[in-house]
Structure formats: C-alpha cells, structure tokens
C-alpha cells in the first residue's frame, strides 16, 4: 500500500521560492507514476506536474512550466516539488498523487487517473 505525506507548505512572499516534499510511508513507489496537483478556494483540483515512472517524462501546467521543476527520489521513496518566482495565483492547497503504472514513460494528467493521496500542505504566497 502507498501512503503519501505531504509537507513544505509555508507562506512566502511573491518571488520566492519553496521545496515541498511528498514522502510515501508504504510501499516503495517506483512502480508507480507520480504527480502534484493543487487546488484554490473555490476552484477544481489542477495538475501542477507530473513524473512518469521511470523518471524520464515531465508534463507541467503552462502557468508553472519554467518556474517548477518535479522530481523523483525512489530509494530514499520521496517526490520533491521546487516552486521558484511564486506568484500569488500559486496559492492553494498542494497534494501529491500516485498511480501504478506498467508503462516507465507515460505520465497521468487527470485527477481520476490516480488511486493515492497525500492530506495536502498549504502554500500562500504574498504579495
């Protein structure tokens, strides 16, 4: 069984920058593809970035693409997100997801794609 931790959110001034972490506490995941996803006050849940399971795939919303970067750390069994230039409209609620995934070098873009969860971890950023 995968169980996902998320942890890292902060408030941070518009600018700055920030590492969440997504620790799974289970099984190990390099079986499975991996992803951030976040979601605003009164708004669906996003993607944010995705990682195939072999590592070699990225896919990134366009609002972050250049100021995020996704990674992943099987051994040590962890999924870092680092978000540079924060912008205000980053604020939300991040969660980390996982999915089995047989092919190493597809990634997954939808919410229903993925089975685990972490709890989330604020991010507010200020301006």
């Known amino acids: 069984q995968v169980q996902l931790v998320d942890s890292g959110g902060e408030l941070v001034q518009a600018g700055g920058s920030r590492r969440l972490s997504c620790a799974n506490s289970?099984?190990?995941?390099?079986?499975?593809?991996l992803a951030w996803f976040r979601q605003a006050p009164g708004k669906d849940r996003e993607l944010v970035a995705s990682?195939?399971?072999?590592?070699?795939?990225?896919n990134y919303a366009a609002s972050v693409k250049g100021r995020f970067a996704i990674s992943r750390n099987n051994a040590a069994n962890k999924v870092p997100l680092q978000m540079n230039n924060l912008e205000p409209e980053d604020t939300a609620v991040y969660y980390c997801?996982?999915?089995?995934?047989?092919?190493?070098?597809?990634?997954?873009?939808?919410?229903?794609?993925?089975?685990?969860w972490g709890q989330g971890t604020q991010v507010t950023v200020s301006s």
């Open positions: 289970g099984r190990i995941f390099s079986g499975y593809a």
């Open positions: 997801a996982a999915k089995y995934a047989l092919d190493p070098g597809t990634t997954y873009s939808h919410r229903e794609d993925y089975d685990f």
């Open positions: 990682i195939s399971r072999a590592g070699g795939t990225r």
